[in-house]
């Protein structure tokens, strides 16, 4: 069956930077786009990024353009978010999530990893 | 761009049937049939009940159902039952292509 299992969420000050990985099994990782979507305490879910099947092609969404990046590894079927620049509004559980379809990414998510909380405070 | 609006909230007796609606604009939801439902309980992760307006993965109750009209989408759950409790976000495609409402909590009284 599949299995998301994000890491590396924790406490970091404001400015720094923090890496999420997402390690996946039960598909065939390297054809499926895979996204992250977040979820700040209490509140409710805001689509981060995409990144398609072959890494070739990146979507972010406006309130982190510029500061994060997603990038995979299918020799490790691992996916990535280099989080800079972090603010106290990217505090959030961080969920990555796969795509529906094989190929070209959609926007429906059908597997889901069990989240990351990071925490943005001095 | 704003999220998606939802009421915050939607109650019913078990048995019954409730209808929840998502409104967006003419660049999101009425634009585009990719509007997509998601069911989460607490602490656990989001889980996918609709996508392409009304279809529904394998294996998710047919007590599901939805549809759209104009610039707003509607997911209804019939035949109401306890473990329906819980928060359902609404998602659809846009220029920045994902976006999704801000939550409906279910509750079953």
């Known amino acids: 069956q599949v299995q998301l299992v994000e890491s590396g969420g924790g406490v970091v000050q404001p400015g720094r930077s923090l890496r999420l990985s997402c390690a996946a099994s039960g598909f065939t990782f390297s054809t499926y786009g895979m996204h992250w979507v977040r979820q700040a305490p209490g509140k409710g879910l805001e689509w981060v990024a995409v990144?398609?099947?072959?890494?070739?092609?990146?979507y972010y969404g406006d309130s982190v353009k510029g500061r994060f990046t997603i990038s995979r590894d299918s020799s490790k079927n691992t996916l990535y978010l280099q989080m800079n620049s972090l603010r106290g509004d990217d505090t959030a559980v961080y969920y990555c999530?796969?795509?529906?379809?094989?190929?070209?990414?959609?926007?429906?998510?059908?597997?889901w990893g069990q989240g990351t909380l990071v925490t943005v405070s001095s | 761009q704003s999220a998606l609006t939802q009421p915050a909230s939607v109650s019913g007796s078990p048995g019954q049937s409730i209808t929840i609606s998502c409104t967006g604009t003419s660049s999101d939801v009425g634009g585009y049939n990719y509007v997509s439902w998601y069911q989460q309980h607490p602490g656990k992760a989001p889980k996918l009940i609709i996508y392409h307006v009304s279809k529904r993965p394998s294996g998710v109750s047919n007590r599901f159902s939805a549809s759209k009209s104009g610039n707003t989408a509607s997911l209804t759950i019939s035949g109401l039952q306890a473990e329906d409790e819980a928060d359902y976000y609404c998602a659809s495609y846009t220029s920045t292509l994902v976006i999704f409402g801000g939550g409906t909590k279910v509750t079953v009284l």
């Open positions: 990144i398609s099947y072959d890494g070739n092609n990146k």
């Open positions: 999530a796969k795509d529906t379809h094989e190929g070209a990414a959609t926007v429906y998510f059908d597997n």
